[in-house]
């Protein structure tokens, strides 16, 4: 039997860092702020912006929201956007997408200042995570897989990493900060040949295909660390993720379970880029 990897274990370590660092931070006349930037009224976005603002509220960072009517123009989220970069009192942003079809993504992605973007949706934030630096902050999810694998003290300096997946909400930026931890990183997707085989050969695997089930038994092999991702509603109404855990489960050393696993750790990682965005405007 597998050791299940808990994303609120994690979270709940990483929340108390976090409220000691704002608690510091509020000594020194910082008040962490983060404005949550909704269109419409979408149940997942509600959903994630109440975790958001629980977690929040147990760090001690403050919340805006900018709630805007699903009918928005694009010029009226733009400038509610550039309004936000401009007040030294917000230090990070959180804009759910996918926005309204009438409205242009990229555009409105350019509109927010990449030091300010929290969850990695703008190209400077993205190009920092590339680049190594710390001028910008990964996607929560990207970061969350990272900061499990930590919290429960997993090495992966050195180790053999198998990604599946190349988006920019998680293949390539966990990818990169992996990489960043010195792991060998292999990226694979859809094309790649030969993929249960070279998923076998995995220390850590991170299943991030956007597919339920496609990780099966003949994906993994004894000893293995997988982080599923996914996450789905299937055939019964039951929330599943890319891997059949009954038949991954029993053969692996570890595995995160779906619910309860790397989503559960997103808020805190959200959280953790705000404190950080908050202390650099004391430097």
Known sequence: ???????????????????????????????PCLAIVRVGERDDDLSYERGAMKRCEKVGIAVKNVVLPLDVTQEALIAEIE???????????????????????????????????????????????????????APCTAASCVEILKH???????????????SLV?????????LAENATVTICHSRSQNLAEICRQADILVVAAGKAGMVTKDFVSPGQTVLDVGIHVDAEGNMCGDTVFAEVEPIVDKITPVPGGVGS???AILASHVIDAAEKTLK
């Not at 709940?12 to 020194?28: C, F, I, V």
């Not at 998680?170 to 992996?178: A, E, N, Q, R």
């Open 265 to 267: 750790c997103t808020t």
């Open 170 to 178: 998680i293949g390539k930026p966990v990818s990169m900060l992996l």
């Open 1 to 31: 039997m597998a050791t299940l990897l808990k994303g609120a274990e994690a979270a709940k370590a990483l929340t108390e860092k976090l409220a000691a660092k704002a608690e510091e931070l509020k000594g020194k006349g910082v008040n």
């Open 83 to 137: 309004k936000i970069n401009r007040d030294s009192s917000i230090h990070g942003v959180l804009l759910f997408r996918p926005l309204p079809k009438h409205i242009n993504d990229e555009a409105v992605r350019k509109s927010l200042d990449p030091a300010k973007d929290m969850d990695g949706i703008t190209d400077g934030s993205l190009g920092a995570v590339y680049a190594g630096t710390k001028d910008g902050y």
């Open 152 to 166: 429960y003290e997993i090495p992966i300096s050195g180790k053999r990493v198998v990604v599946i997946g190349r």
